[in-house]
């Protein structure tokens, strides 16, 4: 039995080993210490509204957030009253009693707009490029936060001999499109001017923006933890007794 | 103490004598079923099969009453489950991880009966539903991964439905059956999700015959060797209990994973909705068919390739066959052993063959590993079964235990 699991070790050990040797072009993406990562870990409101300022500034006219609606905002620390005259800010097409087109107030029933009508409209005000909705950029891209964040903030000078195609942009991070991008470098110092005071530097506007990003992708992310930390302890008290009882009747045979 | 039976003793035997349903349950899992009491831990993995396809079918059926199977709507109402359902992230969590862990526990199960050679006479047929059931996981599996109408969704269902063309004429008219149309599209989505919902239940069935042909000859055990009724304890509650223990290990792991890193064992570009303009530049399928998935592409032509696939599992079919040793475990076989965990090792490296671009040392790597593959069914079972001494068997289970105590 013992050789068996040693056995077995030694098989899973060899193969991760053998597999980082192989693996070569992958661009490394540094890991960068996130609030909400961890069995405890939990978005920072403040943060989280200065992200949502970022959005709405900076990502919205080019980028949707469709999967979220007004309402969800109040998960951001707001009140009621302020979530419903952030959606009043927007305008909704909608018909009136003889049905023809007006428009409305938002509602915090509604979901953030589409910043453009169709991908071909899209498409063509961005040099072909496609904006992709951000709802669920931190999961749907490898790498989640810390690419995003690296992303934003790795806008660089080309190396020495590469030509950066006509309205694209050099950034070291963006290896799936042989690090050119339409998208062109959105966040500087001081592009926000925050309403809590914090300073605006790129890499805090990035910090904000992507934790933002990633409540958006994952709204749920604190219930989860909290929910799996004590279904855990449930777990692990379970398993115990449940060994103990185990030995207890195994016992038995012993007697016989 | 009364001798009298109570009433509803009386209830229960009057039932019992027209529908013995406890007795039925009883003589299948419970105290009525003599099982070897030497078995070890990896005995557990049946049961935990068993468990994580209830599981599943229960976490489905809810998700089933949210999800909406149309191209236009399937990805959305997957977020809405994710976000507005009350906790549809963790029913939603718990069903995609649990496939993972459900194959997980299959290959567990797998390897231990090739180990332990619980696929030799007299229990070839109860390997054969085994197979069955592992293939009907695979199609099952492979439908329900499309469902979410993800990038790899839509393209890993084109590159495998795309597979059947390499049949020789009547290819492409089966693609075509298969799909409802000329490519996949929402017809394609529609019949997924139909069969879906009803393979599962087949796999209930097929559960069924599986544990039927295990009451036949009873379960093998760690040695291989016939227990006598002696070395037999009743599975209630020896073994319930064991498996209640095994089943509390399995859920911290499982819900491990499901509470704090429920996205690790998908692939990301699942969260960008399918798209039929926009080819991923790397279309790679779920982790659990990656050995498979590099068999298919280590061989240049289409049509051997996917029969290689395919062979590479209905191979398992004539495993009992194939080995020649009449021992059943390798414990005492030295030099099967070495090998059966070469095969293993094996087995991972193609994992990940599978899961790089078909090109360069992977591609290499690939081709040696999957000519190893069937090198091992073909060659090194047969003539190792030959060749090989094996170590002296004990008498019973019994002495063997007696043996180990001195």
């Known amino acids: ?256 | 103490m009364s001798t009298e039976k109570s009433v509803w003793q009386k209830a229960f035997e009057w039932h019992e004598a027209r529908l013995p349903l406890v007795s039925f349950v009883d003589n299948a899992v419970g105290s009525k079923y003599p099982a070897p009491k030497n078995l070890n831990y990896f005995w557990n993995f049946g049961f935990l099969a068993g468990f994580v396809l209830v599981l599943m079918i229960m976490t489905g059926i809810v998700l089933a009453m949210n999800y909406v199977p149309h191209k236009d709507m399937a990805f959305d109402s997957v977020e809405r489950i994710m976000r507005d359902v009350n906790y549809g992230w963790l029913i939603r969590y718990m069903h995609a991880n649990g496939a993972s862990f459900f194959f997980i526990v299959i290959y567990i199960h797998i390897f231990r009966g090739m180990y332990y050679g619980s696929y030799k006479a007299p229990r070839e047929v109860l390997w054969w539903m085994g197979i069955i059931i592992y293939l009907a996981m695979m199609a099952t599996a492979f439908m329900g991964y499309v469902l979410p109408w993800g990038q790899m969704s839509f393209w890993g269902a084109t590159v495998i439905t795309n597979m059947f063309s390499a049949i020789p004429l009547i290819g492409e008219p089966i693609v075509t059956w298969l799909w409802g149309g000329f490519g996949v599209d929402n017809p394609t989505l529609n019949r997924f999700f139909a069969l879906h919902y009803l393979l599962p239940f087949v796999i209930i069935g097929l559960v069924v015959l599986h544990i039927w042909a295990l009451h036949i000859p009873g379960s093998n055990n760690p040695l291989g060797i016939e227990a006598a009724p002696a070395d037999k304890i009743p599975f209630h509650p020896y073994y319930t209990i064991k498996d209640v223990f095994g089943l509390g290990v399995f859920l911290i792991v499982f819900f491990a994973i499901v509470f704090w890193l429920p996205n690790s064992l998908g692939h990301p570009l699942n969260y960008v909705e399918a798209n039929p303009l926009v080819t991923p530049p790397h279309i790679v399928p779920e982790w659990y068919y990656l050995p498979f998935y590099a068999i298919l592409r280590a061989i240049p032509d289409k049509l051997l390739g996917v029969v290689a696939m395919f062979g590479s599992i209905l191979i398992l079919f004539v495993l009992p066959w194939l080995d020649t040793s009449r021992v059943r475990s390798a414990t005492f076989r030295p030099v099967f052993k070495l090998f059966f965990w070469l095969f293993f090792a094996n087995g991972l490296v193609l994992g990940w063959c599978g899961s790089q671009l078909a090109e360069g040392l992977p591609l290499i790597i690939g081709r040696i590993c999957t000519f190893w593959y069937f090198f091992h069914f073909f060659v090194i079972v047969p003539v190792v079964g030959w060749m090989e001494t094996p170590r002296p068997l004990p008498a019973s289970i019994g002495s063997s235990v007696l043996k180990a105590a001195e």
């Not at chain 1, 919205?60 to 707001?78: I, P, T």
């Open chain 1, 1 to 256: 039995m013992k050789k068996i699991i040693l056995a077995a070790a030694a098989v899973l050990a060899l193969v991760p080993a053998s597999i980082s040797a192989f693996a070569a072009t992958e661009v490394h993406i540094p890991k960068e210490q996130w609030g909400f990562s961890g069995v405890f870990g939990k978005f920072d409101r403040m943060q989280l509204q200065r992200g949502l300022q970022v959005y709405k500034e900076v990502c919205a006219s080019c980028h949707g957030l469709k999967q979220v609606a007004f309402r969800n905002l109040e998960a951001l620390g707001y009140s009621e009253e302020q979530v419903k005259a952030f959606a009043a800010e927007y305008e909704f097409p909608t018909l009136d009693d003889e049905g023809s087109d007006i428009t409305r107030k938002g509602l915090t029933s509604d979901y953030f707009p589409k910043p453009y009508p169709n991908e071909k409209f899209a498409r063509a005000s961005n040099n072909g490029a496609l904006p992709p909705d951000l709802s669920l950029i931190t999961k749907a891209r490898e790498g989640g936060p810390d690419y995003l964040f690296h992303l934003l903030t790795g806008y660089e000078d080309p190396p020495q001999g590469m030509t950066v195609m006509d309205g694209m942009h050099y950034n070291k991070y963006f290896a799936d499109g042989n690090f050119q991008i339409a998208m062109a470098r959105q966040l500087n110092d001081d592009q926000v001017t925050y309403a809590d005071g914090t300073k605006a530097s790129t890499d805090q506007i990035a910090r904000d923006i992507t934790v933002f990003l990633h409540w958006a992708a994952e709204p749920n992310l604190e219930a989860r933890n909290s929910t799996g930390f004590r279904v855990m302890i449930y777990m692990v008290i379970f398993t115990i007794l449940a060994f103990f009882l185990k030995q207890r009747i195994w016992a038995r045979l012993e007697k016989k």
